[in-house]
């Protein structure tokens, strides 16, 4: 119902800034709540930061607020993720996700779809 195709990762050193986009196709995306996760090797997969279907509403780890942003575009069906001011434990794959809810979820088994993942890497 929903796919999802990642872009946007690479290596930038630290202080520096990538955005990550997220291009959904399917008939329900507007109505889909959307999040942001990542796992870095040996470590379990974290939300990073999630938003509602329409877009008012959004959550972010608390290491991460003022650093990372996640928006969508619905009419584009898109999904951004700013990150600014990168450190090295920044570093790991991050996953775009959707559920079939205008609400997220914390929890990475409430997300029914996954994109593929992009490497972020960030150099010291």
């Known amino acids: 119902q929903v796919q999802l195709v990642e872009s946007g990762g690479g290596l930038v050193q630290a202080g520096g800034s990538l955005r990550l986009s997220c291009a959904a196709s399917g008939r329900s995306f507007s109505s889909a709540a959307m999040g942001w996760f990542r796992q870095a090797p040996g470590k379990e997969r974290e939300l990073v930061a999630a938003?509602?279907?329409?877009?008012?509403?959004?959550y972010y780890a608390d290491s991460l607020k003022g650093r990372f942003t996640i928006s969508r575009d619905n009419a584009k069906n898109t999904v951004y993720l700013q990150m600014n001011s990168l450190k090295p434990e920044d570093t790991a794959v991050y996953y775009c996700?959707?559920?079939?809810?205008?609400?997220?979820?914390?929890?990475?088994?409430?997300?029914?779809?996954w994109g593929q993942g992009t490497q972020v890497t960030v150099s010291s």
């Open positions: 996700a959707a559920r079939g809810e205008r609400y997220y979820s914390t929890e990475h088994r409430e997300y029914d779809y």
């Open positions: 938003i509602s279907w329409s877009g008012r509403n959004t």
